[in-house]
Nanobody, 116 residues
Framework: QVQLVESGGGLVQPGGSLRLSCAAS????????MGWYRQTPGKEREFVAS???????SYGDSVKGRFTISRDNANNAAFLQMNSLKPEDTAVYYC??????????WGQGTQVSVSS
């Protein structure tokens, strides 16, 4: 069973930075796309960012210019660097990966809280 495990969440002040990590239980080459979504209570899960196996990236409008997604194929990991954080970035952040057979996997989520 493929597992994705997020880490790096926490409490940060507005304007601060956090780096989320996503560790995959198998080779990241098996995932054509890795990505991050976020969710707050009562709302649908929101797309944050994605990166393809060819390192093509895409970002949600609300995070463009502040967040950067990357992947480390050698260490089976993906990352989300979050800068200039705002209170509205507060959410549970989920790592996701799509394999070549189009099956999608999700991590358990990590809480990010932005507050003074």
């Amino acid at each position: 069973q493929v597992q994705l495990v997020e880490s790096g969440g926490g409490l940060v002040q507005p304007g601060g930075s956090l780096r989320l990590s996503c560790a995959a239980s198998e080779s990241i080459f098996s995932f054509t796309t890795m990505g991050w979504y976020r969710q707050t209570p009562g709302k649908e899960r929101e797309f944050v960012a994605s990166i393809t196996s060819g390192s093509g990236t895409s970002y949600g409008d609300s995070v463009k210019g502040r967040f950067t997604i990357s992947r480390d194929n050698a260490n089976n990991a993906a990352f989300l660097q979050m800068n200039s954080l705002k209170p509205e970035d507060t959410a549970v952040y989920y790592c996701t990966g799509v394999q070549r057979n189009l099956r999608r996997y999700w991590g358990q989520g990590t809480q990010v809280s932005v507050s003074s």
